[in-house]
T-cell receptor
Framework: SQQGEEDPQALSIQEGENATMNCSYK?????LQWYRQNSGRGLVHLIL?????REKHSGRLRVTLDTSKKSSSLLITASRAADTASYFC???????????FGTGTSLTVIP | DSGVTQTPKHLITATGQRVTLRCSPR?????VYWYQQSLDQGLQFLIH???????AKGNILERFSAQQFPDLHSELNLSSLELGDSALYFC?????????????FGQGTRLTVV
């Protein structure tokens, strides 16, 4: 299966701290996307990083991609209670006709 | 708001019944994807349509079917429902298919089979 895996499964930090989540995948990709999901709600698209990119920033988010290690990381700086959610990485198939989701990291930011 | 609309938001039905979930993609998006999210299986890809044509099929049961209409909205039909079909069903849309495609998700339909 191409499904990725996020690590850690759960993370609890204090407000203001940084949160780092990792994603590993199994096959070559065209791009990798990160999503946030609040409990029982829809997935919110955070950022897409292409296979030829190594790092990308969006506001308090920083994503890195290491295709040689088949891994990506999502860093959320200066976390807020509102960042409490599950975070998923998604990789695409060769054709781009489907996306494979990891198992998610559950982040809790304590006020 | 992603711009992807799913209806209904919640659905409670009995085993053996049939339901239809509806998805309206973002304006201009040609691709629609369906996913099932359950506690024990995570997010599972079901099927992908692009401009009315089926492009990829994932772990979709034979009891389930989908289609994309000329106006690009899509419907997911679930029949002979079983308790194990209880899950969140998500639709996502993207402007195109292929490389570097961002997919945007709707809020989902929560299906409960009793």
């Amino acid at each position: 299966s191409q499904q990725g895996e996020e690590d850690p499964q759960a993370l609890s930090i204090q407000e203001g701290e940084n949160a780092t989540m990792n994603c590993s995948y199994k096959t070559s990709i065209n791009n990798l996307q990160w999503y946030r999901q609040n409990s029982g709600r829809g997935l919110v698209h955070l950022i897409l990083i292409r296979s030829n990119e190594r790092e990308k920033h969006s506001g308090r988010l920083r994503v890195t991609l290491d295709t040689s290690k088949k891994s990506s990381s999502l860093l959320i700086t200066a976390s807020r209670a509102a960042d409490t959610a599950s975070y998923f990485c998604a990789t695409d198939s060769n054709t781009g006709n489907q996306f494979y989701f990891g198992t998610g990291t559950s982040l809790t930011v304590i006020p | 708001d992603s711009g992807v609309t799913q209806t209904p938001k919640h659905l409670i039905t009995a085993t053996g019944q049939r339901v239809t979930l509806r998805c309206s993609p973002r304006s201009g998006d040609l691709s629609v994807y369906w996913y099932q999210q359950s506690l024990d299986q995570g997010l599972q890809f079901l099927i992908h349509y692009y401009n009315g044509e089926e492009r990829a099929k994932g772990n979709i049961l034979e009891r389930f079917s989908a289609q994309q209409f000329p106006d690009l909205h899509s419907e997911l039909n679930l029949s002979s429902l079983e308790l194990g079909d209880s899950a969140l069903y998500f639709c996502a849309s993207s402007a195109r298919t292929g490389r570097y495609t961002e997919a945007f998700f709707g809020q989902g339909t929560r299906l409960t089979v009793v």
